[in-house]
Protein backbone atom coordinates (compact mmCIF):
# COMPACT_ATOMS: atom_id res chain seq x y z
CA UNK A 1 0.00 0.00 0.00
CA UNK A 2 2.90 2.10 0.81
CA UNK A 3 4.92 1.48 -2.31
CA UNK A 4 1.39 2.19 -4.55
CA UNK A 5 1.13 5.52 -2.26
CA UNK A 6 5.10 6.82 -3.29
CA UNK A 7 3.64 5.75 -6.93
CA UNK A 8 1.11 7.68 -6.75
CA UNK A 9 2.57 10.88 -5.45
CA UNK A 10 5.82 10.47 -7.50
CA UNK A 11 3.76 10.36 -10.85
CA UNK A 12 0.97 13.26 -9.49
CA UNK A 13 4.39 15.49 -8.59
CA UNK A 14 5.16 14.64 -11.99
CA UNK A 15 1.92 15.95 -13.52
CA UNK A 16 2.75 18.90 -10.84
CA UNK A 17 6.01 19.56 -12.30
CA UNK A 18 5.54 18.62 -15.98
CA UNK A 19 1.78 19.15 -16.92
CA UNK A 20 0.88 22.01 -15.34
CA UNK A 21 2.71 24.73 -17.13
CA UNK A 22 1.10 24.07 -20.01
CA UNK A 23 -1.91 25.15 -18.59
CA UNK A 24 -0.41 28.69 -18.78
CA UNK A 25 -0.10 28.11 -22.71
CA UNK A 26 -3.47 29.06 -24.93
CA UNK A 27 -2.46 26.46 -27.97
CA UNK A 28 -2.98 23.94 -25.70
CA UNK A 29 -6.15 24.70 -24.52
CA UNK A 30 -7.72 21.22 -25.47
CA UNK A 31 -4.75 19.59 -23.17
CA UNK A 32 -5.72 21.83 -20.27
CA UNK A 33 -9.32 20.85 -20.41
CA UNK A 34 -8.60 17.35 -20.63
CA UNK A 35 -5.71 17.81 -17.60
CA UNK A 36 -8.64 19.51 -15.56
CA UNK A 37 -11.12 16.90 -16.16
CA UNK A 38 -8.36 14.10 -15.34
CA UNK A 39 -7.74 15.66 -11.91
CA UNK A 40 -10.79 16.21 -11.08
CA UNK A 41 -11.54 12.47 -11.86
CA UNK A 42 -9.04 11.76 -9.79
CA UNK A 43 -10.60 13.92 -6.89
CA UNK A 44 -13.66 11.83 -7.04
CA UNK A 45 -11.94 8.43 -7.57
CA UNK A 46 -11.51 6.68 -4.32
CA UNK A 47 -9.04 4.45 -6.00
CA UNK A 48 -7.11 7.75 -7.50
CA UNK A 49 -7.09 10.07 -4.16
CA UNK A 50 -4.33 9.04 -1.54
CA UNK A 51 -7.08 11.23 0.91
CA UNK A 52 -9.29 7.73 0.85
CA UNK A 53 -6.16 5.63 2.42
CA UNK A 54 -7.38 8.13 5.42
CA UNK A 55 -11.30 8.11 4.98
CA UNK A 56 -11.11 4.25 5.13
CA UNK A 57 -8.70 4.06 8.41
CA UNK A 58 -10.65 6.94 9.62
CA UNK A 59 -13.81 4.71 9.17
CA UNK A 60 -12.16 1.46 10.87
CA UNK A 61 -10.40 3.80 13.71
CA UNK A 62 -14.50 5.08 14.60
CA UNK A 63 -15.42 1.26 15.05
CA UNK A 64 -12.55 0.24 16.56
CA UNK A 65 -13.09 -0.25 20.68
CA UNK A 66 -10.20 1.59 22.63
CA UNK A 67 -9.45 3.21 25.57
CA UNK A 68 -10.18 1.87 29.36
CA UNK A 69 -13.47 1.56 28.43
CA UNK A 70 -12.65 -0.58 25.30
CA UNK A 71 -16.03 1.07 23.29
CA UNK A 72 -15.95 2.61 19.78
CA UNK A 73 -16.68 6.14 18.67
CA UNK A 74 -20.08 5.11 17.34
CA UNK A 75 -22.18 6.39 20.05
CA UNK A 76 -19.78 10.25 20.27
CA UNK A 77 -22.59 12.63 19.22
CA UNK A 78 -21.16 15.12 16.71
CA UNK A 79 -24.18 17.61 16.62
CA UNK A 80 -26.90 15.34 15.31
CA UNK A 81 -27.12 12.84 17.66
CA UNK A 82 -25.50 9.96 18.88
CA UNK A 83 -23.33 7.92 16.31
CA UNK A 84 -25.07 10.26 13.57
CA UNK A 85 -21.88 10.88 10.99
CA UNK A 86 -23.91 12.05 7.83
CA UNK A 87 -24.07 15.88 7.53
CA UNK A 88 -22.17 16.43 11.05
CA UNK A 89 -19.06 18.10 9.25
CA UNK A 90 -21.54 21.04 7.17
CA UNK A 91 -22.59 21.96 10.93
CA UNK A 92 -19.76 22.01 12.57
CA UNK A 93 -18.30 24.22 14.83
CA UNK A 94 -21.12 24.18 16.76
CA UNK A 95 -22.51 24.41 20.65
CA UNK A 96 -22.22 21.19 22.37
CA UNK A 97 -24.29 21.54 25.55
CA UNK A 98 -22.98 18.14 27.29
CA UNK A 99 -19.29 19.83 26.93
CA UNK A 100 -20.94 23.82 27.58
CA UNK A 101 -18.36 25.11 24.81
CA UNK A 102 -18.47 25.99 20.60
CA UNK A 103 -16.33 22.56 19.33
CA UNK A 104 -14.74 22.39 15.89
CA UNK A 105 -14.52 18.10 14.40
CA UNK A 106 -11.49 17.97 16.27
CA UNK A 107 -11.82 19.11 19.52
CA UNK A 108 -15.07 17.58 19.72
CA UNK A 109 -13.06 14.16 18.43
CA UNK A 110 -10.74 14.33 21.26
CA UNK A 111 -13.76 15.08 23.78
CA UNK A 112 -15.04 11.76 22.85
CA UNK A 113 -12.54 9.75 22.70
CA UNK A 114 -11.78 11.50 26.61
CA UNK A 115 -15.30 10.74 28.18
CA UNK A 116 -16.48 7.88 25.83
CA UNK A 117 -13.94 5.55 25.73
CA UNK A 118 -11.66 7.37 28.52
CA UNK A 119 -8.84 7.23 26.03
CA UNK A 120 -5.22 8.89 26.84
CA UNK A 121 -5.11 10.90 24.22
CA UNK A 122 -1.93 12.01 24.76
CA UNK A 123 -0.48 9.37 22.01
CA UNK A 124 -3.24 10.78 19.59
CA UNK A 125 -1.98 14.26 20.26
CA UNK A 126 1.72 13.42 19.49
CA UNK A 127 1.09 12.14 16.09
CA UNK A 128 -2.04 15.38 15.70
CA UNK A 129 -0.23 15.86 12.28
CA UNK A 130 1.06 12.54 10.38
CA UNK A 131 4.48 12.13 9.23
CA UNK A 132 6.71 9.65 6.81
CA UNK A 133 5.92 6.36 8.80
CA UNK A 134 3.63 7.48 11.36
CA UNK A 135 -0.15 7.76 10.70
CA UNK A 136 -2.31 10.61 12.24
CA UNK A 137 -6.07 9.39 14.21
CA UNK A 138 -6.72 12.84 14.06
CA UNK A 139 -6.34 13.11 9.91
CA UNK A 140 -7.79 9.61 9.24
CA UNK A 141 -11.21 10.54 11.46
CA UNK A 142 -11.79 13.97 10.03
CA UNK A 143 -11.28 12.10 6.54
CA UNK A 144 -14.16 10.23 7.40
CA UNK A 145 -16.11 12.17 8.97
CA UNK A 146 -15.40 15.12 6.93
CA UNK A 147 -16.22 12.91 3.29
CA UNK A 148 -19.86 12.27 5.09
CA UNK A 149 -20.85 15.20 4.40
CA UNK A 150 -19.68 15.14 0.43
CA UNK A 151 -22.32 16.76 -1.96
CA UNK A 152 -23.65 18.79 1.40
CA UNK A 153 -23.56 22.34 1.96
CA UNK A 154 -21.91 24.59 5.10
CA UNK A 155 -24.81 25.37 7.76
CA UNK A 156 -23.91 27.27 10.75
CA UNK A 157 -26.81 28.35 12.46
CA UNK A 158 -25.36 30.36 15.01
CA UNK A 159 -28.65 29.76 17.09
CA UNK A 160 -26.62 30.33 20.17
CA UNK A 161 -25.08 32.86 22.22
CA UNK A 162 -21.91 30.79 22.84
CA UNK A 163 -21.69 30.28 18.95
CA UNK A 164 -22.12 33.78 18.03
CA UNK A 165 -19.76 34.83 20.01
CA UNK A 166 -17.03 32.09 18.97
CA UNK A 167 -18.25 33.87 15.25
CA UNK A 168 -17.22 36.83 16.48
CA UNK A 169 -13.51 35.74 18.16
CA UNK A 170 -12.94 34.31 15.10
CA UNK A 171 -13.55 37.50 12.93
CA UNK A 172 -11.65 39.14 15.34
CA UNK A 173 -8.60 37.27 15.21
CA UNK A 174 -9.03 37.39 11.54
CA UNK A 175 -8.43 40.62 11.27
CA UNK A 176 -6.08 40.90 14.45
CA UNK A 177 -2.13 42.09 13.25
CA UNK A 178 0.97 41.40 15.39
CA UNK A 179 4.01 39.58 15.18
CA UNK A 180 7.21 40.84 13.79
CA UNK A 181 5.50 40.79 10.12
CA UNK A 182 2.41 42.93 11.17
CA UNK A 183 0.65 40.10 9.40
CA UNK A 184 -3.35 39.09 10.23
CA UNK A 185 -4.94 36.94 8.18
CA UNK A 186 -6.34 39.94 6.04
CA UNK A 187 -3.04 40.67 4.98
CA UNK A 188 -3.06 37.76 2.58
CA UNK A 189 -6.69 36.68 2.61
CA UNK A 190 -8.69 39.98 2.52
CA UNK A 191 -8.97 41.16 -1.55
CA UNK A 192 -9.89 38.97 -4.68
CA UNK A 193 -7.52 37.91 -7.58
CA UNK A 194 -4.28 38.50 -4.89
CA UNK A 195 -1.06 36.27 -5.05
CA UNK A 196 1.81 35.15 -3.47
CA UNK A 197 4.70 34.34 -5.91
CA UNK A 198 2.66 32.05 -7.92
CA UNK A 199 -0.33 31.17 -5.58
CA UNK A 200 -3.53 31.88 -5.75
CA UNK A 201 -4.98 34.01 -2.55
CA UNK A 202 -8.76 33.03 -1.40
CA UNK A 203 -10.57 35.89 -0.48
CA UNK A 204 -12.08 35.08 3.22
CA UNK A 205 -12.87 38.37 4.33
CA UNK A 206 -16.22 38.17 2.67
CA UNK A 207 -18.86 35.27 2.17
CA UNK A 208 -19.28 33.72 -1.18
CA UNK A 209 -17.56 31.58 -3.95
CA UNK A 210 -13.57 32.00 -2.40
CA UNK A 211 -14.24 31.07 0.80
CA UNK A 212 -16.93 28.22 -0.48
CA UNK A 213 -14.39 26.64 -2.25
CA UNK A 214 -11.39 27.02 0.51
CA UNK A 215 -13.42 25.76 3.05
CA UNK A 216 -14.71 23.02 0.86
CA UNK A 217 -12.03 21.58 -0.15
CA UNK A 218 -10.20 20.89 3.52
CA UNK A 219 -9.59 17.84 4.28
CA UNK A 220 -7.07 17.46 1.53
CA UNK A 221 -4.29 15.34 0.50
CA UNK A 222 -1.13 17.97 0.09
CA UNK A 223 1.23 16.70 -2.84
CA UNK A 224 3.80 18.83 -1.50
CA UNK A 225 4.01 17.12 2.19
CA UNK A 226 2.33 13.82 1.06
CA UNK A 227 0.03 13.83 3.97
CA UNK A 228 -3.54 14.71 3.92
CA UNK A 229 -4.43 17.77 6.17
CA UNK A 230 -7.50 19.57 8.21
CA UNK A 231 -8.15 22.91 8.87
CA UNK A 232 -6.37 22.82 11.97
CA UNK A 233 -2.90 21.80 9.96
CA UNK A 234 -3.54 25.08 7.74
CA UNK A 235 -4.03 27.62 10.43
CA UNK A 236 -1.30 26.14 12.12
CA UNK A 237 1.39 26.23 8.58
CA UNK A 238 -0.53 30.34 8.23
CA UNK A 239 0.30 30.99 11.96
CA UNK A 240 3.67 29.84 11.05
CA UNK A 241 4.52 32.18 8.12
CA UNK A 242 3.02 35.11 10.39
CA UNK A 243 5.84 34.35 12.49
CA UNK A 244 3.76 33.46 15.62
CA UNK A 245 4.27 30.95 17.89
CA UNK A 246 3.15 27.52 16.90
CA UNK A 247 -0.65 27.91 17.90
CA UNK A 248 -2.51 25.07 20.42
CA UNK A 249 -3.86 22.51 18.12
CA UNK A 250 -7.83 21.82 19.06
CA UNK A 251 -7.83 24.76 20.93
CA UNK A 252 -10.84 27.05 21.74
CA UNK A 253 -9.35 30.30 19.71
CA UNK A 254 -8.99 28.19 16.82
CA UNK A 255 -12.19 26.50 16.83
CA UNK A 256 -13.76 30.28 16.81
CA UNK A 257 -11.78 31.21 13.86
CA UNK A 258 -12.80 27.83 11.91
CA UNK A 259 -16.40 28.86 13.16
CA UNK A 260 -16.24 32.34 11.11
CA UNK A 261 -14.38 30.75 8.35
CA UNK A 262 -17.28 28.19 7.96
CA UNK A 263 -20.09 30.84 8.22
CA UNK A 264 -18.17 32.98 5.54
CA UNK A 265 -18.28 29.35 3.80
CA UNK A 266 -22.51 29.21 4.27
CA UNK A 267 -23.69 27.21 1.59
CA UNK A 268 -20.58 25.79 -0.04
CA UNK A 269 -20.93 22.42 -1.02
CA UNK A 270 -18.26 20.09 0.47
CA UNK A 271 -16.10 17.59 -1.34
CA UNK A 272 -13.24 15.94 0.26
CA UNK A 273 -10.38 14.85 0.50
CA UNK A 274 -9.71 17.21 -2.01
CA UNK A 275 -6.20 16.92 -3.86
CA UNK A 276 -3.82 20.12 -3.54
CA UNK A 277 -0.68 21.48 -4.07
CA UNK B 1 -49.99 31.05 -40.68
CA UNK B 2 -47.45 29.85 -43.45
CA UNK B 3 -44.19 27.55 -42.40
CA UNK B 4 -41.91 30.61 -42.73
CA UNK B 5 -43.55 33.09 -40.38
CA UNK B 6 -44.08 30.07 -37.65
CA UNK B 7 -39.78 29.53 -38.04
CA UNK B 8 -39.64 33.30 -37.74
CA UNK B 9 -41.80 32.74 -34.28
CA UNK B 10 -39.71 30.43 -33.11
CA UNK B 11 -36.82 32.16 -33.92
CA UNK B 12 -38.05 35.28 -32.00
CA UNK B 13 -39.21 32.86 -28.74
CA UNK B 14 -35.59 31.52 -28.86
CA UNK B 15 -33.97 34.77 -28.99
CA UNK B 16 -35.56 35.66 -26.61
CA UNK B 17 -35.06 33.04 -24.14
CA UNK B 18 -31.69 33.42 -24.74
CA UNK B 19 -31.32 37.35 -23.78
CA UNK B 20 -33.68 36.34 -20.57
CA UNK B 21 -30.76 33.84 -19.86
CA UNK B 22 -28.05 36.53 -20.44
CA UNK B 23 -29.81 38.65 -18.03
CA UNK B 24 -30.16 36.35 -15.48
CA UNK B 25 -26.63 35.34 -15.33
CA UNK B 26 -25.52 38.87 -15.44
CA UNK B 27 -27.70 39.77 -12.28
CA UNK B 28 -26.51 37.04 -10.37
CA UNK B 29 -23.19 38.01 -11.94
CA UNK B 30 -23.73 41.38 -10.26
CA UNK B 31 -25.09 40.96 -7.64
CA UNK B 32 -22.58 40.26 -4.63
CA UNK B 33 -23.17 37.41 -2.72
CA UNK B 34 -24.53 39.42 0.75
CA UNK B 35 -22.96 38.10 4.08
CA UNK B 36 -25.74 36.78 6.74
CA UNK B 37 -26.98 39.76 8.22
CA UNK B 38 -27.59 38.11 11.28
CA UNK B 39 -24.06 37.05 11.73
CA UNK B 40 -22.68 40.80 10.33
CA UNK B 41 -24.85 41.70 13.36
CA UNK B 42 -23.21 40.11 16.08
CA UNK B 43 -20.60 42.60 18.02
CA UNK B 44 -17.75 42.16 18.52
CA UNK B 45 -16.08 40.72 21.68
CA UNK B 46 -15.05 42.46 24.69
CA UNK B 47 -11.55 42.38 25.66
CA UNK B 48 -11.43 39.89 28.11
CA UNK B 49 -12.98 37.83 25.78
CA UNK B 50 -10.42 38.07 22.86
CA UNK B 51 -8.18 37.95 25.81
CA UNK B 52 -8.98 34.34 27.04
CA UNK B 53 -9.43 33.25 22.84
CA UNK B 54 -5.32 34.38 22.58
CA UNK B 55 -4.60 32.55 25.73
CA UNK B 56 -6.15 29.27 24.72
CA UNK B 57 -4.09 29.18 21.23
CA UNK B 58 -0.98 30.60 23.15
CA UNK B 59 -1.39 29.19 26.07
CA UNK B 60 3.04 28.74 27.24
CA UNK B 61 4.66 31.06 24.33
CA UNK B 62 8.46 29.83 24.78
CA UNK B 63 10.41 32.53 26.63
CA UNK B 64 11.47 35.50 24.21
CA UNK B 65 8.20 34.95 22.05
CA UNK B 66 5.66 36.51 24.59
CA UNK B 67 6.00 39.48 22.37
CA UNK B 68 4.50 38.22 19.31
CA UNK B 69 1.31 37.45 20.36
CA UNK B 70 1.32 41.57 21.90
CA UNK B 71 0.15 44.41 20.12
CA UNK B 72 2.00 48.02 19.27
CA UNK B 73 -0.59 51.07 19.50
CA UNK B 74 -0.52 50.81 15.42
CA UNK B 75 -1.34 47.17 15.35
CA UNK B 76 -3.84 47.18 17.57
CA UNK B 77 -5.48 50.20 15.72
CA UNK B 78 -5.16 49.05 12.21
CA UNK B 79 -6.82 45.63 13.41
CA UNK B 80 -9.72 47.35 15.36
CA UNK B 81 -10.34 49.65 11.87
CA UNK B 82 -9.68 46.41 10.07
CA UNK B 83 -6.98 48.61 7.93
CA UNK B 84 -9.16 51.81 7.26
CA UNK B 85 -8.98 54.03 9.51
CA UNK B 86 -10.96 56.98 9.69
CA UNK B 87 -8.66 59.91 9.03
CA UNK B 88 -7.82 61.18 12.07
CA UNK B 89 -6.79 57.86 13.26
CA UNK B 90 -4.82 57.49 10.09
CA UNK B 91 -2.63 60.82 10.65
CA UNK B 92 -2.29 59.76 14.10
CA UNK B 93 -0.75 56.95 13.02
CA UNK B 94 1.91 58.10 9.94
CA UNK B 95 3.36 60.80 12.80
CA UNK B 96 4.14 58.33 15.31
CA UNK B 97 5.09 55.48 12.64
CA UNK B 98 7.57 58.89 10.83
CA UNK B 99 8.75 59.68 14.20
CA UNK B 100 10.45 55.81 14.59
CA UNK B 101 12.00 56.35 11.75
CA UNK B 102 16.05 55.86 12.05
CA UNK B 103 17.92 56.43 9.05
CA UNK B 104 21.76 55.16 8.72
CA UNK B 105 24.10 57.37 10.31
CA UNK B 106 26.76 57.32 7.92
CA UNK B 107 24.18 58.76 5.63
CA UNK B 108 24.39 56.44 2.76
CA UNK B 109 21.43 54.46 1.75
CA UNK B 110 22.90 52.60 -1.18
CA UNK B 111 24.32 48.33 -0.53
CA UNK B 112 25.03 45.87 -2.91
CA UNK B 113 22.05 44.79 -4.96
CA UNK B 114 23.41 41.12 -5.57
CA UNK B 115 23.18 40.87 -1.65
CA UNK B 116 19.83 42.79 -2.14
CA UNK B 117 18.25 40.27 -4.93
CA UNK B 118 18.57 37.31 -2.35
CA UNK B 119 17.02 39.35 0.53
CA UNK B 120 14.06 40.13 -1.66
CA UNK B 121 13.77 36.25 -3.13
CA UNK B 122 14.50 34.53 0.76
CA UNK B 123 11.24 33.96 2.69
CA UNK B 124 12.75 32.69 5.48
CA UNK B 125 13.49 33.55 9.07
CA UNK B 126 11.49 34.31 11.95
CA UNK B 127 9.12 31.29 11.82
CA UNK B 128 9.06 28.71 14.51
CA UNK B 129 9.85 25.93 11.91
CA UNK B 130 13.44 28.08 11.34
CA UNK B 131 16.40 26.45 12.47
CA UNK B 132 18.31 28.54 14.89
CA UNK B 133 20.51 31.42 13.07
CA UNK B 134 18.38 31.48 10.08
CA UNK B 135 19.40 34.91 8.09
CA UNK B 136 15.77 37.01 7.72
CA UNK B 137 14.74 37.12 4.31
CA UNK B 138 12.88 40.26 3.33
CA UNK B 139 10.66 38.10 0.79
CA UNK B 140 9.89 40.82 -1.08
CA UNK B 141 8.97 38.86 -4.63
CA UNK B 142 5.64 37.05 -2.40
CA UNK B 143 4.01 40.53 -2.74
CA UNK B 144 6.17 42.65 -5.57
CA UNK B 145 7.45 42.55 -9.30
CA UNK B 146 10.98 43.20 -9.16
CA UNK B 147 13.15 42.11 -11.82
CA UNK B 148 11.26 40.98 -14.92
CA UNK B 149 13.65 38.01 -15.77
CA UNK B 150 11.27 36.29 -12.25
CA UNK B 151 7.90 35.49 -13.47
CA UNK B 152 6.96 33.79 -9.83
CA UNK B 153 6.03 37.18 -8.28
CA UNK B 154 3.06 38.05 -6.00
CA UNK B 155 0.64 41.13 -6.40
CA UNK B 156 -0.52 41.84 -2.57
CA UNK B 157 1.84 44.90 -3.57
CA UNK B 158 2.36 47.19 -6.53
CA UNK B 159 4.93 46.31 -9.47
CA UNK B 160 8.30 47.49 -8.63
CA UNK B 161 9.93 47.21 -11.58
CA UNK B 162 12.45 50.10 -13.02
CA UNK B 163 11.11 51.75 -9.38
CA UNK B 164 14.93 53.47 -9.89
CA UNK B 165 14.91 54.27 -13.63
CA UNK B 166 11.23 55.84 -13.04
CA UNK B 167 12.55 58.14 -10.37
CA UNK B 168 15.91 59.02 -12.11
CA UNK B 169 18.11 57.21 -9.82
CA UNK B 170 17.51 59.99 -7.53
CA UNK B 171 19.28 60.01 -3.89
CA UNK B 172 15.89 61.92 -2.09
CA UNK B 173 13.89 58.73 -3.80
CA UNK B 174 16.42 56.13 -2.36
CA UNK B 175 16.37 57.75 0.89
CA UNK B 176 12.40 57.56 0.79
CA UNK B 177 12.53 54.17 -0.43
CA UNK B 178 14.65 53.01 2.97
CA UNK B 179 12.19 54.98 5.04
CA UNK B 180 9.36 52.71 3.45
CA UNK B 181 11.06 49.64 3.77
CA UNK B 182 11.94 50.84 7.60
CA UNK B 183 8.73 51.68 8.07
CA UNK B 184 5.66 51.27 5.36
CA UNK B 185 3.86 52.80 7.63
CA UNK B 186 4.99 56.19 7.98
CA UNK B 187 3.90 56.73 4.66
CA UNK B 188 0.31 54.41 4.34
CA UNK B 189 -1.46 54.12 7.68
CA UNK B 190 -2.35 49.91 8.20
CA UNK B 191 -0.21 49.36 4.91
CA UNK B 192 -0.18 45.66 3.84
CA UNK B 193 3.60 45.61 4.11
CA UNK B 194 5.81 44.52 7.07
CA UNK B 195 7.62 47.39 9.01
CA UNK B 196 10.81 45.97 8.72
CA UNK B 197 13.09 48.23 10.48
CA UNK B 198 10.92 48.62 13.41
CA UNK B 199 10.90 44.97 14.10
CA UNK B 200 14.38 44.63 13.21
CA UNK B 201 13.34 41.85 11.06
CA UNK B 202 15.79 43.38 8.53
CA UNK B 203 19.21 44.73 9.74
CA UNK B 204 20.15 48.09 8.50
CA UNK B 205 22.77 46.40 5.52
CA UNK B 206 20.59 44.65 4.52
CA UNK B 207 17.92 47.25 3.92
CA UNK B 208 21.08 49.56 2.16
CA UNK B 209 21.13 45.69 0.01
CA UNK B 210 17.44 45.79 -0.80
CA UNK B 211 17.73 49.95 -1.98
CA UNK B 212 20.94 49.04 -4.01
CA UNK B 213 18.23 46.42 -5.77
CA UNK B 214 16.44 48.46 -6.49
CA UNK B 215 18.50 51.64 -7.10
CA UNK B 216 21.26 50.52 -8.91
CA UNK B 217 21.48 50.68 -12.57
CA UNK B 218 22.97 47.98 -12.72
CA UNK B 219 20.45 46.00 -10.64
CA UNK B 220 18.10 43.74 -13.08
CA UNK B 221 15.10 45.70 -11.28
CA UNK B 222 15.71 48.55 -14.07
CA UNK B 223 16.85 46.31 -16.72
Known sequence: MKTYKSLFSIAVLSLAFFGLPTLTRADEASDTGKEIEHYREMIDDPMANPGYFNVDRGEQLWQTPRGSKAVSLQTCDLGKGPGVVDGAYAELPRFFADANKVMDLEQRLL??????????????????????????????????????????????????????????VGRELFYRRSSLLDFSCATCHGEDGKRIRLQELPNLSKPGKDAQSTMGSWPAYRMSQSQTRTMQNRIFDCYRQMRMPPPDYASDGITALITYLNKQAEGGVINVPSIKR | ?????????????????????????????????????????IERPSAEVMARALKSIWPNPKAGWEKRIEQDDTQSSCSRYRNDPPSEEAKAITERETARIVLPTDGKVLGDWKA????????????????????????????????????????????????????????????????????????????????FGIHGFLSEQQIKDVVAFLFDKESPVNK
Open chain 2, 116 to 195: GEKIASSGRGGQFSDPPGTENGGNCYACHQLAKSEVAYGTLGPSLTNYGKDRGYSLDAAKAAYAKIFDSEATFACSNMPR
Open chain 1, 111 to 168: WCMKTIQDLDTADVLSRKFASTGTTSDMEDLVSYIANKSNGMKFHLSLATAQEKEAYA
Open chain 2, 1 to 41: MSRRSNDKLLMRNLFGTCALAVVAALFQWITPVRADPRADA
